[in-house]
């Protein structure tokens, strides 16, 4: 068993999966599950930002250009320079079923959430990685089906938006009171 529940990670090249998404469950210490769901699956909304980002912070007259669907369902545009801060991206476990689609804007029914660690940063070869990762404990009794990313940013004179960035569905983990679930994203690029 891995110290303080920490789960090493490979040093592995992985081309072919862009984003995968790894869950792994303690319960009194042990690791009992592990999911790694490669090809994670990514939503409408990273690909706005993405898009943002290369526009160099212009707005756009074109509104389908820079429209987001935040966490409550309701679009919003950027129109001023952003900021991001840490407290915005958090990581969550949900119970729903329904299927993935790329406009999903937050998790079916959401039991857990917990801020994102700082990340890490590793190559191999050419390949870039970069991980998102969260240690949640479990306050209940649940059967984990769902897992989301959701980041945020501000906008000057503006309240932070938050949106989920990608959403996975999976067979059940079923978890009970005090169980750690260790849930890291890894972001792959120059695949």
């Known amino acids: 068993m891995l110290n303080n529940n ?107 959430s917990q801020q994102v660690d700082d990340g890490t940063i590793w190559v191999v070869g050419n390949q870039f990685n970069v991980t998102a990762d969260s240690t949640m404990v479990s306050d209940g009794s649940y059967s984990i089906t769902e897992a989301g990313l959701k980041i945020g940013f501000g906008e000057i004179y503006a309240s932070p938006k938050h949106f989920l960035i990608c959403r996975d569905v999976f067979s059940p983990i079923s978890v009970v009171n005090a169980d750690v679930i260790v849930v890291r994203y890894i972001f792959r690029f120059n695949m």
């Open 6 to 112: 920490v789960v090493a990670l490979e040093d592995e090249d992985k081309r072919g999966y862009y984003v995968t998404l790894e869950l792994y469950q303690y319960r009194d210490g042990e690791l009992i599950d592990k999911r790694i769901i490669e090809d994670d699956y990514i939503l409408r909304n990273l690909a706005y930002l993405y898009l943002h980002a290369l526009s160099g912070d212009r707005y756009s007259d074109s509104k389908d250009n820079y429209i987001f669907i935040d966490t409550d369902n309701a679009e919003f545009q950027i129109v001023t320079k952003i900021y991001f801060k840490p407290s915005y991206a958090t990581i969550k476990l949900g119970t729903g079923t329904n299927p993935v689609a790329v406009t999903n804007y937050k998790l079916q029914t959401e039991v857990l």
